[in-house]
């Protein structure tokens, strides 16, 4: 099969990540005899440094031609100083946008020699298998008017939606919630926040398409407690885009760490966008310590999301479970008698780990 993929490696460990992704990939399609051919477009600070720009039109371009698109991180202490509207962060809300990208798909995967690797009680988070769904393109993050107004004294951000954009996401949670475990948990603030009291009725009159999954309503206060102390009662989680945000990265404290979280940004049809759900770590790039498994399960996720392949994400997340099975850490895991290792080593141990695979042992592994 051909497929054209671009690469958004973008700021930080982005850049160090993608080229596990592509590796990786590129076994897979020998493996496969697959044809992917691969192009790399700037975004983010990169691209503020190179075009002054954070989403050049050659990136949009690309992009739209492209069969999938995989991207690292954006961001930086460099850039941090810009206005609001050339920050590397707009290059990544752009690329969102332009391409319509409304439902992120955030799975919340264990792998069972990394229970360890969790702050949180074994018997807490064992068993747990968590899809949040984010809506991506709308709320707080995009709502007009936004900025310093009143001669720079007073300052507005606006949540805005559409019913549209709320009905579209909800029909998608539905969708996952009947391919997996019926189980739907929908997150707001009804309590205060008029969106949310809208959210909440469209959920109310959704359910009735959908009568065999079980819908629960959770204020998001009380869903960012339960999310680390009862984690097993969420199945798939629908919310807007800045609790999505915010729930997906304390979520990813049930997987060990946040290096291990993969994300599909997709539409109803189409090409989609997959990414890590961490950022550009200032902290630890350029020391070749980053850990790839998240950029790496993010390319299986493109497989299976946009090229509608089987055997070779499975494959992929094997080898993942096979190199932490064999006690391979990256240094944000901190486990107790594994084996530290680099970007570099992770990214080898996975590709040899790559069609040697017995039965999987990965405690979740249904994504939607
Ligand atoms: N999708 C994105 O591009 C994205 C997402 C989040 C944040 N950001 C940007 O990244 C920059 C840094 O933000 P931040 O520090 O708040 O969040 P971050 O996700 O970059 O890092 C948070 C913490 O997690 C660690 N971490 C993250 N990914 C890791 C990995 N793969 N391996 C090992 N450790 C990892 C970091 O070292 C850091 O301690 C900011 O400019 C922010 O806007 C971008
Ligand atoms: C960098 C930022 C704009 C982005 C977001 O908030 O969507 C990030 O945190 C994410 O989770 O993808
Ligand atoms: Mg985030």
New binding site residues.
């Given amino acids: 099969m051909k497929r054209h993929i671009v690469m958004l490696p ?1 700021d930080g ?1 982005g850049k160090e ?1 993608m080229g596990s992704a592509k590796i990786v990939l590129q076994t897979i399609a020998t493996e496969f005899g697959h044809q992917f051919t691969f192009a790399e477009h700037a975004i983010g600070g990169s691209a503020i440094d190179q075009f002054q720009t954070p989403l050049p039109d050659t990136t949009v371009k690309a992009c739209e031609e492209a069969d999938a698109i995989l991207l690292g ?4 202490e460099k850039w941090d100083s810009l206005p609001g509207d050339q920050r ?2 707009k290059g ?1 809300l752009g690329i969102r946008k332009a391409l319509g990208l409304f439902a992120n798909l955030r799975p919340i995967k264990g792998f069972l020699p990394l229970l360890h690797a969790s702050p949180l009680k074994e018997e807490v988070i064992k068993g747990s298998d968590i899809l949040i769904i984010r809506e991506l393109t709308g709320g707080l993050y995009f709502g007009e008017p936004k900025g310093r107004i009143e001669k720079g004294n007073a300052v507005v951000d606006t949540l805005y939606y559409h019913r549209t954009e709320m009905e579209r996401i909800i029909d998608k949670a539905f969708q996952s919630a009947q391919h997996r475990n019926k189980k739907l948990t929908s997150v707001d603030k009804a309590n205060v926040l008029e969106s949310s009291r809208f959210w909440r009725e469209i959920v109310e009159a959704k359910r009735k398409e959908y009568p065999d999954v079980a819908v629960e309503h959770l204020l998001v206060d009380a869903a960012a407690m339960k999310l680390i102390t009862q984690p097993n009662q969420f199945d798939v989680i629908v919310t807007e885009n800045l609790f999505g945000d915010i729930l997906s990265d304390e979520a990813s404290v049930l997987t060990g ?3 291990m979280l993969p994300s599909a940004s997709i539409r109803t049809d189409g090409i989609g966008l997959y ?2 759900v ?7 790039a350029g020391k070749g310590i ?2 790839p498994l ?1 950029m790496i399960l993010s390319a299986a996720l493109m497989l299976r999301h946009s090229f509608d392949m089987h055997e070779e994400p499975d494959e992929i997340e094997r080898a993942v479970q096979t190199s932490l099975d064999q006690g391979y850490y ?1 240094a ?1 895991l901190a486990i107790e008698d594994g084996i530290v290792v680099s970007t570099k080593e992770m990214t080898d141990i996975v590709i040899g780990n790559l069609s040697t695979n017995s039965v999987s042992n990965c405690i979740c592994n249904s994504y939607a």
């Fill in positions: 973008g460990i990540i991180a954006v961001g930086g590397p962060e990544l760490s946040l290096g990414e890590p961490h950022g550009s770590a200032p902290d630890i980053a850990n998240g990256t944000d």
